[in-house]
């Protein structure tokens, strides 16, 4: 059974499994940062048509809330905590004094050196030095093994970040139109939609949603930014999305005699508006801004431009549907003594924000891992040892550059011809 275990143990940590899970997790963030995320699933199957569905399916639309990653996740983490206990028993004992490499084996022989003046640089380097009976040994920077320790600490740190975010992290949407704001009390700070455009491709696609917006503080302070799907904009701890998109629709009932409007109401598809006097219910279908008739007679959209754009309008009457109309812009329904038109349409902008009390984690995993990162690279172990006028360097980076440096400043010669 003990066998078994280990050899369960030899695999979870292998290095091998950890760059294949790399890769795995590195092709799901490539695809979350391509493929717009959080989005309507009308917005795939119109942009990528029936890949779309498949996108869906695969839960490429919320790539880092889907099952796949998650479990990829948790995966790496089991790897890289097994990994890091495996390797930090060698290297504590690599950082202890007692811990002497096979500088005569692997490394770089300095020769011509005076005893007093070989001790007294690396004395001048803090290095920390061991006398001998016919010479000393020097060590720098033993911890420095370490370093390896420090960035896989960081990374955990940061995915158990990522988990507190997600269980701890409050999200919410509004729809906006241009000019319209929404206040955040405890943030003490106001948004404002300035202007919201949707950019599209040649043959008509969606390419894109852009946000203007101006963030009010307190003090009156404004700051105005430019959002778009994939370039968030974070103010005090709250981080805004481009999510969605949708049309709002302004419809007058007016009096015919007098030509006076009685009733005006904004409409989004799928909504309706119930007038009262009339006892008339009016139900918006859908607004097609550029109306095409598909083989079986039924009105389709062939895209978000404004090109032939349609109203698909059904009324009601005390809940009984009386007639159903296909009109244009300011194309009047007339209905007794009232004509119905929907005049024109604009887009709103739906935006996802969200506040994330996981910030302070992810941000300490990062200074541990910028921190591993230069104990590996600049703050590794160094060695030497002097007997009878030769010393003798090694460090396991930069093994022929640091014997180098000390034969410069020494003023000896390297007497082999070994380069790393």
């Known amino acids: 059974m003990n066998r078994i275990v280990k050899k369960i143990y030899s695999i979870v940590s292998s290095l091998g499994v950890a760059i294949v899970l790399l890769i795995l997790i590195a092709l ?6 391509l493929i717009p995320q959080h989005m309507d699933a009308a917005y795939y ?13 695969m839960s490429f639309d919320d790539v880092y809330a889907s099952a796949i990653f998650i479990v990829l996740t948790i995966l790496f983490s089991i790897n890289l905590i097994t990994c890091t206990i495996t390797s930090l028993r060698g ?8 811990f002497s490499p096979a500088t005569a084996t692997h490394g770089h022989r300095i020769e ?3 005893l007093d003046d070989a001790r007294a640089y690396f004395q001048k380097r803090h290095y920390q030095i061991e006398q001998q009976d016919i010479g000393f040994t020097a060590s720098k920077y033993r911890w420095g093994v370490l370093g390896a320790a420090i960035t896989h600490i960081g990374i955990l740190i940061m995915i158990l970040g990522g988990v507190i975010g997600a269980m701890t992290a409050q999200e919410a949407s509004v729809n906006l139109l ?64 481009q999510a969605s998109y949708g049309w709002i629709s302004y419809l007058t009932i007016t009096d015919r005699e007098t030509k006076e409007i009685v009733d005006e109401q904004y409409l989004r598809n799928n909504s309706n508006y119930f007038h009262q006097d009339s006892h008339l ?23 978000e431009r404004e090109i032939n754009p349609h109203y698909a309008v059904i009324l009601y009457e005390f809940g009984n549907p009386i007639g159903s109309y296909i009109v244009g812009p300011q194309e009047v329904i007339p209905y007794g003594q009232y004509d119905i038109s929907f005049v024109h349409s604009q887009t709103y902008t739906g935006l996802l924000f969200r506040t994330d009390p996981s910030f302070v984690v992810v941000s300490l995993g990062f200074i541990f891992i910028v921190l591993g990162m230069v104990v590996s690279f600049y703050l590794y172990p160094r060695f030497v040892s002097f007997t009878d006028g030769v010393l003798i360097t090694y460090s396991r980076k930069n093994n022929w550059v640091f014997a180098q440096s000390v034969a410069r ?7 082999d011809d070994k380069k790393e």
């Open 28 to 33: 799901y963030i490539i695809i979350g940062t």
């Open 45 to 57: 199957t119109q942009r990528y048509k029936d890949v779309g569905k498949f996108l869906i399916a």
């Open 91 to 98: 290297q504590f004992a690599q950082s202890k004094k007692t």
């Open 112 to 114: 011509q050196i005076p």
């Open 178 to 241: 241009p000019g319209n704001e929404v206040s955040f009390d405890e943030k003490q700070f106001v948004l404002r939609l300035d202007d919201f455009n949707i950019e599209f491709d040649e043959n008509g696609s969606i390419s894109q949603y852009v946000s203007d917006i101006t963030i009010i503080d307190e003090d009156k302070t404004e700051l105005k930014r430019t959002m778009w799907v994939n370039n968030p904009v974070s103010h005090k701890g709250v981080k805004f999305y």
């Open 281 to 303: 219910t009016i139900y918006l279908f859908k607004y097609f801004p550029e109306l095409a008739i598909g083989n079986d007679q039924q009105p389709i959209n062939l895209s």
């Open 409 to 415: 400043r020494l003023q000896g010669n390297i007497a």
